[in-house]
């Protein structure tokens, strides 16, 4: 199974910038469709952003599309979010996860799961 960890999360002001990066265990990474998810307190976990394993087809949900772009390093293992024009609304936990080609963007879709970054938009 794929380890997943995640890094750049942090405090910013609304309209700043972030780049999380999810790194995996093993090089079988570059192999399954890779999302983000993320999850405000009191809410359900929701879909952000998923790129399929070869690189070509990118989804975004519509809150964040135009503000954030998901990319991947195969040669790093690592699975990218850029996030610009930050909005409060943004303040969530934020999971990189992995799963099958051909997955949506259901959490139950995912086998494989970070432990989470921090991300807080100040207004």
């Known amino acids: 199974q794929v380890r997943l960890v995640e890094s750049g999360g942090g405090l910013v002001q609304a309209g700043g910038s972030l780049r999380l990066s999810c790194g995996a265990s093993?090089?079988?990474?570059?192999?399954?469709?890779k999302a983000w998810f993320r999850q405000a307190p009191g809410k359900d976990r929701e879909f952000v952003a998923a790129i399929s394993w070869t690189g070509v087809s990118t989804s975004y949900a519509d809150s964040v599309k135009g503000r954030f772009t998901i990319s991947r390093d195969s040669a790093k293992n690592t699975v990218s979010l850029q996030m610009n024009s930050l909005k409060p609304e943004d303040t969530a936990v934020y999971y990189c996860a992995t799963g099958p080609a051909g997955v949506g963007g259901k959490p139950a879709d995912y086998r494989n799961w970070g432990q989470g970054t921090q991300v807080t938009v100040s207004p």
């Open positions: 093993e090089r079988a990474f570059s192999l399954y469709t």
